[in-house]
Each structure stands twice: as C-alpha cells, then as structure tokens.
C-alpha cells in the first residue's frame, strides 16, 4: 500500500516562496509519476503539475511561472515550489501518486493534504 | 483547456438509494475520465477510472460509464460511508481538470 505524507510551513505570508516535500512509502518513487493538486476552501480540485524520477515535469501553464517542481530519489521525496504567493494561493495542498502516465493517468494514492495559509 | 461540468452541484438521499452524478466535458476526452471520493481530513480516493474500471479494493456498488462528452458514476445501494463529495476529472488533454464536484449529502 502507497502511502504519501505532505509535509511544509502552513502559514506563509504574501510574495512568500511555498516549499512543500512529500514523502513516499510502500513502493519505489522510480517507477512512477507523481503529482500535486490543490484545493482552495470552498472550491473545486485544481491540478498543478506532475514529475518523475529522472526529473521530466508537466506543469498546470496558469502556475508555471511561480512553480518549480523536484524529485530526490535517494530519499523517496518529490518536492513543489511557488513563489510570488497571493492570498489565491491558500488551499488544501495533495500530493499524489499517477497510475498510468500523460493520456490516461489517474491519481490512485493521495496523501491526506496539508492545509496552506497565505496570510501576512 | 477542458471545462468539466458536473451535476447536480448536490443531492440528498437516504442509506439503500441509487444515485447518479453526472459528468459534462466541453470536447471529446474519449474513456479517459476518472472519478474521485474526497472527504474532509482523509487521502482522496480513487473510485473509477478509465470511464468504466474499478478501482482495485473499491466497492462493486460504485460503477462508472460513459465516453466522449458524457459520464455518469452510479452508487447502488448507497452506504452511510458513501457520504461524501465525488469528482470527475479527465486526462485526455495535457493540462488535466476537475468538475466543481457533487455532494451526497443524507436526507
């Protein structure tokens, strides 16, 4: 069983950098995709990006230029930067593992999701 | 970018009911639409995917069908732990996206 654990500040203030790492148990980061959403209260899952182990990524264009996404397989972690951050930014932040990859994933083991705050 | 509509927005319905939550794209996404169970505090879950698969370890009273523009994921026999919000999202196009989501909320 795949299991994900977000970990990061939960507050951050405004034009602050987010750094958030997940970590990975039950299976090899190797072999797969994996994947960060968000979600901000009240509203619908948005889709940020994705890396694999050589460090290729897909990233969701609206946030590409704030985000930056990395993968330390040597510690079975995949880790998301955004900076420039605004209130817009606060949200429950999952992490997730893609079954399959591109045309035809799925996001089959998420973590539990890390509630973010961007507040000064 | 793909819009995915879902609907209705929420529903009430007692333990035993059948319910269907349906899932609009605005293009053509083939089978490759997925549907999701959150509820608060716990790991997401994936229900269905590719349309129509079961998840591994998911219920049978849970089944999706469906392609192209439309979708529908169906609970037979709802449980008090189906209680929850569930999502559709497509990974036909690159950017993938999610429907606002439908509660199943109890009468």
């Known amino acids: 069983q795949v299991q994900l654990q977000e970990s990061g500040p939960r507050l951050v203030k405004p034009t602050d950098t987010l750094s958030l790492t997940c970590s990975v148990s039950g299976d090899s980061i190797t072999n797969y995709y994996w994947s960060w959403i968000r979600q901000p209260p009240g509203k619908g899952l948005e889709w940020i990006g994705d890396v694999y182990h050589n460090g290729l990524t897909n990233h969701n264009p609206s946030l590409e230029s704030r985000l930056t996404m990395s993968i330390d397989t040597s510690k079975s972690q995949f880790s998301l930067t955004l900076n420039s951050l605004t209130a817009a930014d606060t949200a429950i932040y999952y992490c997730?593992?893609?079954?399959?990859?591109?045309?035809?994933?799925?996001?089959?083991?998420w973590g539990r999701g890390a509630l973010i705050t961007v507040s000064s | 970018d793909i819009q995915m509509t879902q609907s209705p927005p929420s529903l009430s319905a007692s333990v035993g009911d059948r319910v269907a939550i349906r899932c609009r794209a605005s293009q053509n996404v083939m089978k490759f639409l997925n549907w999701y169970q959150l509820k608060a505090g716990k790991a997401p879950k994936l229900l269905i995917y590719a349309a129509s698969k079961l998840q591994s370890g998911v219920p049978s009273r849970f089944s999706g069908s469906g392609s192209e523009t439309e979708f529908t994921l169906t609970i037979n026999n709802l449980q008090p732990e189906d209680f929850a919000t569930y999502y559709c999202q497509q990974s036909f196009s690159a950017l993938w996206t999610f429907g606002q989501g439908t509660r199943v909320e109890i009468k």
């Open positions: 997730a593992k893609v079954r399959g990859s591109g045309r035809g994933g799925a996001l089959d083991y």
